[in-house]
């Protein structure tokens, strides 16, 4: 009878053993969580998110277009809403990330009258050809950045913000 | 830019560019006919706000607000406030805020008041369209702001 009891020692042993696993648990997964850049991360079935743009109704003309997934930060879920500016180049649809490589603000297409047919940051007056190509004399250093296109049942799916490939 | 570490180091680098802070005044009621409607303003400020954040990031820092209740509001001084943030090296210092009273400062101080919207009650589509409107009601301000230097 006495060989099942638990002695003190084993007692010891099991519950900080547990202890210390639910510990280490404890900092390495916050840290695993930081390896991965958030802002490359998007949460979604095979990695595309469903967006309600029809490809039918994309033309040569960038529009805006909206999509929302969910993003942990440690604790705090939150819907995140993120923009693509999206076009037909030829039978290629392009998809283009609006936050300027400047300082992060959104970009616009046609935002400033006196440059047509560019994208327009209005916080520093940044610029980028359609293909994302930024503008020399103008604050950004870099193309606008891209978004894996994907189709399913007529919708436009997008997926991870890749560099560009245009420029 | 968020009131966070990195967001912060990027300021500190870049205050030629950052150059315009936000700060939401917020009011916080929880007698038992208020804390509803209070909880509903602050779930608009708040959305507004990190909107405002998303689409100017690398003009703006959006502060976290300065938050009262309504006795008590003397101990907030959007005076002293202002003066700091200029020390600090912000060009432009805007409140933003959805308890009225603030605008008897309009003279002193910038301040954008929106009256508040029961996002609550609305679903992602609609709500994203209500801030997109109120959003367009804040850009004039802004660009009248940054128009000035
Ligand atoms: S953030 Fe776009 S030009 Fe500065």
Not at chain 1, 19 to 35: S, W
Not at chain 1, 47 to 56: E, L, N, P, R
Not at chain 2, 123 to 134: A, G, H, P, R, S
């Amino acid at each position: 009878m006495s060989n099942n009891r638990v002695t003190r020692r084993q007692f010891l042993n099991y519950t900080l053993t547990g202890v210390g696993g639910f510990m280490a648990a404890g900092v390495l997964m916050p840290m695993l969580r930081f390896a991965i850049d958030p802002a490359l991360q998007v949460k979604a079935e095979g990695d595309f998110v469903q967006t309600s743009t029809k490809i039918a109704d994309i033309t040569e003309e960038p529009i805006k277009v909206d999509f929302t997934f969910e993003q942990v930060d440690a604790w705090y879920k939150s819907d995140v809403t993120e923009a693509a500016w999206v076009y037909k180049d030829g039978d290629r649809i392009i998809a283009l990330s609006p936050v300027c490589k400047h300082l992060g603000c959104t970009v616009n297409w046609n935002g400033d009258s006196a440059h047509p047919n560019q994208f327009f940051c209005a916080c520093h007056a940044g610029r980028y050809e359609k293909t994302g190509k930024n503008i020399p004399g103008t604050p950004p250093l870099g193309p606008l950045d891209e978004y894996e296109v994907s189709e399913k049942d007529g919708f436009l799916m997008l997926g991870k913000k890749i560099a560009n490939t245009l420029v | 830019m968020y009131y966070n570490v990195q967001d912060v180091t990027q300021f500190q680098s870049q205050k030629d560019f950052i150059d315009t802070v936000i700060i939401p005044l917020l009011s916080v009621n929880l007698k038992e006919d208020m804390i509803k409607q209070s909880s509903s303003a602050t779930q608009y400020l708040m959305s507004l706000t990190a909107f405002i954040e998303q689409q100017f990031k690398g003009r703006i820092m959006l502060m976290p607000p300065f938050t009262y209740i309504e006795q008590f509001k003397e101990s907030i001084s959007p005076l002293d406030i202002q003066e700091e943030f200029r020390n600090a090296g912000f060009k432009h210092v805007l409140f933003i805020t959805c308890d009225h009273s603030w605008t008897s400062l309009k003279e002193k101080i910038d301040v954008i008041w929106l009256p508040s919207i029961p996002l609550e009650s609305m679903d992602q589509t609609v709500k994203k369209t209500i801030l997109e409107d109120q959003l367009k009601q804040v850009i004039p301000i802004l660009s009248s702001k940054w128009s000035q230097n």
